[in-house]
């Protein structure tokens, strides 16, 4: 197993646990398309970066995309980033050490998905540090 593999592994073994399972967000892969009847979702992507000085350990970011109903206001997707923040900041699942997040959100005019103009997209990120690396 890569270390993009390991990565991934812990950080989608939090997602699938019940803990976060249990607060009926849907939660999908980065290249999950949106089909009708999902109307709030977040969408994870793993970015792994280079291998440190030692290679025994790699930095990273974890960027979600929050889809929320549009035309209400960044409330909801403020509320699933205080979610995510108090599972995730200065955390430690398995090998993955999260440190600082951020949350933004797009300009309403460039915001819209092209799978359904009806959802509004906010970026959650939080940094992290892998260990273990082989």
């Given amino acids: 197993m890569g270390k993009l593999d390991s990565a991934v592994d812990d950080i989608f073994s939090f997602f699938g646990s019940f803990q976060w399972t249990s607060e009926n967000i ?3 892969p980065q290249n999950f398309v949106k089909t009708s ?3 709030e979702f977040i969408r994870l992507n793993v970015i792994l970066g280079p291998l440190n ?3 025994s350990s790699a930095t990273g970011i974890l960027k979600i995309e929050i889809y929320t109903v549009a035309g209400q206001s960044v409330d909801r997707a403020i509320a699933i980033g205080d979610k995510l923040n108090s ?3 200065n955390k430690t699942i398995g090998r993955v050490q999260f440190t600082s997040s951020s949350l933004y959100h797009l300009d309403d005019a460039t915001n819209r998905i092209y799978e359904d103009p009806t959802l509004f997209k906010s970026i959650y990120s939080i940094n992290f540090n892998f260990f273990g690396v082989n």
């Fill in 26 to 28: 849907a939660t999908y």
């Fill in 37 to 39: 009847g999902v109307s």
């Fill in 53 to 55: 000085i030692n290679r």
């Fill in 87 to 89: 599972y995730l900041e």
